[in-house]
């Protein structure tokens, strides 16, 4: 007999409705290109370093990190994509049983990352201003909160105070995870993690850093709430092509992820004023997507599939409702997408 968990019944593997499509922005990647160090540290790589393990924590992606944040590597965690080091994180402060509180709506792993891990989500709305509700979130009493600006899927930041207050309050740790940090006008939170002993934030090599593929992720924290995260991270969660890949990137790719992250930002704005102009009202976004309320959303994005273009759809969002997620991209991409909502809106 195999011993279904309780807990996992009603989980299904993560499978957001996508087909292979020519124009697909519904997730929030780079469509801009490869950063140049990448490429050409992938054709440097001795094919027989495949045989053995990497080192078992990426230590010189940490150190590298650390270095541009002017801190010990030990401030410094990795994993498999931010994801990874959400998940470890979770792990590492929490029992299962306990309360993980959230912002509503967030990121869509964070009440699968609960469930997985026998967590129980408390979902917090966010204001109408979609800043956070600090009483709302500390009233939960949960040991780890989590909060995420530019938050996904709506784009929006918070407020320094709010996310002060939380972080002041809180009884146990605040996550924040930054994964569109680099499109964002202000400095983000980083300080928070590099001054307070509760607070780790999360970055991504994924959007801005145009290395979804590779799953490089890391967090920044006080060394005491780093250990906790490397221990329930465990070994070998960076394989050493993408440690080496992303070093370099880091070392040399820094103006060229500027370069696009800018043009990712123009080209979002430019599609905000096409939606308005179509009677559409996007949210205010810091991200490299926006977000669209549109009744009916995930029957627009199927027949918007169709023509070949995917797109993100939500449904019944938390103070929203039915939305789209338009990842930015080259605009003959965004225009073809515009082409495929006017004829999907009908
Ligand atoms: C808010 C947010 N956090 C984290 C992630 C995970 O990114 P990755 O695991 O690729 O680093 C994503 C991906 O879409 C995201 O939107």
């Not at 996992?8 to 499509?21: F, H, I, R, V, W």
């Not at 990448?38 to 001795?46: D, I, P, V, W």
């Not at 290395?211 to 490089?216: D, E, I, T």
């Not at 929203?320 to 009908?346: C, F, H, K, N, Y």
Request: hydrophobic residues 45%; glycine residues 8%; proline residues 9%.
């Amino acid at each position: 007999m195999i011993p279904l968990r309780a807990s996992y019944q009603g989980l299904s593997p993560y499978s957001p409705p996508k087909k292979p499509c020519r124009v697909d922005l519904s997730d929030n990647t780079n469509l801009f290109g490869v950063p140049p160090a990448a490429a050409r540290k992938l054709g440097e790589f001795h094919a027989e370093l495949l045989a053995r393990y990497p080192r078992s924590y990426a230590p010189d992606l940490r150190r590298v990190l650390a270095s541009g944040l002017g801190v010990e590597a030990e401030w410094v965690t990795t994993g498999c994509g931010s994801d990874d080091v959400l998940d470890s994180a979770l792990r590492a402060f929490l029992e299962p049983g306990e309360v993980l509180a959230f912002q509503d709506p967030t990121f869509v792993m964070m009440p699968l990352f609960a469930k997985v891990n026998g967590l129980r989500p408390a979902a917090v709305p966010l204001r109408a201003d979609f800043d956070v509700d600090p009483e709302a979130l500390l009233a939960t009493g949960a040991k780890v909160i989590y909060l995420c600006s530019p938050n996904n899927p709506t784009g929006t930041v918070l407020s320094r105070a709010s996310v002060e207050r939380v972080v002041d309050e809180a009884p146990g740790v605040v996550i924040i995870d930054e994964a569109y940090a680099d499109f964002a006008r202000g400095p983000g939170f980083v300080d928070l993690a590099l001054t307070r002993t509760n607070v780790l934030v999360t970055r991504t090599f994924s959007k801005a850093f145009g290395l979804a593929s590779l799953r490089v992720g890391w967090g920044v924290g006080h060394p005491r709430l780093v250990a906790e995260v490397e221990k329930a991270r465990g070994p070998y969660k960076l394989t050493q092509l993408a440690e080496s890949v992303a070093v370099a990137t880091l070392n040399e790719d820094p103006p060229w992820v500027r370069v696009w992250a800018q043009e990712a930002v123009a080209n979002r704005e430019r599609l905000r004023e096409a939606l308005r102009a179509m009677g559409l009202k996007p949210l205010p976004s810091e991200g490299n997507f926006l977000l669209v309320p549109v009744p009916g959303a995930p029957e627009v994005a199927e027949r918007m599939r169709e023509r070949d273009v995917n797109v993100r759809a939500f449904q019944g969002l938390t103070g929203v409702g039915d939305a789209l997620r338009i990842g930015s991209a080259p605009w003959p991409l965004l225009e073809t997408a515009l082409t495929a909502l006017r004829e999907s809106l009908r």
